[in-house]
């Protein structure tokens, strides 16, 4: 397993960016797939993205599809979720997972970092 802190999370107004990032601990990050997942009060944990180990291989939810892109650098352990044209409706805590391949399943996700709150509102 691999230890995951997550970052950059915020309050922003809809239409506006941000970026998150979440670094992982260890010399084998560059050996997983990573995912994004976010979960709302009141709802069940859902995904987001996940990107392959060797960044050839991207997956999004409908949802957050031709706005959000996932990221990686190996060389800093690091996955980012860059964010843009938010909605009310990403307001959740985003968490950062890590998985033998690039899913969608949370199921199949065995390291998970603590959470960033992102709250859209005007």
């Known amino acids: 397993q691999v230890q995951l802190v997550e970052s950059g999370g915020g309050l922003v107004q809809p239409g506006g960016s941000l970026r998150l990032s979440c670094v992982a601990s260890?010399?084998?990050?560059?050996?997983?797939?990573m995912g994004w997942f976010r979960q709302a009060p009141g709802k069940a944990r859902e995904f987001v993205a996940a990107?392959?180990?060797?960044?050839?291989?991207?997956l999004y939810a409908d949802s957050v599809k031709g706005r959000f892109t996932i990221s990686r650098d190996n060389a800093k352990n690091t996955v980012y979720l860059q964010m843009n044209s938010l909605k009310p409706e990403d307001t959740a805590v985003y968490f950062c997972?890590?998985?033998?391949?690039?899913?969608?399943?949370?199921?199949?996700?065995?390291?998970w970092g603590q959470g960033t709150q992102v709250t859209v509102s005007s």
């Open positions: 997972a890590a998985s033998a391949w690039a899913n969608s399943n949370p199921g199949q996700y065995d390291s």
């Open positions: 990107i392959n180990w060797s960044t050839e291989r991207t």
């Open positions: 260890g010399r084998t990050f560059s050996r997983y797939a």
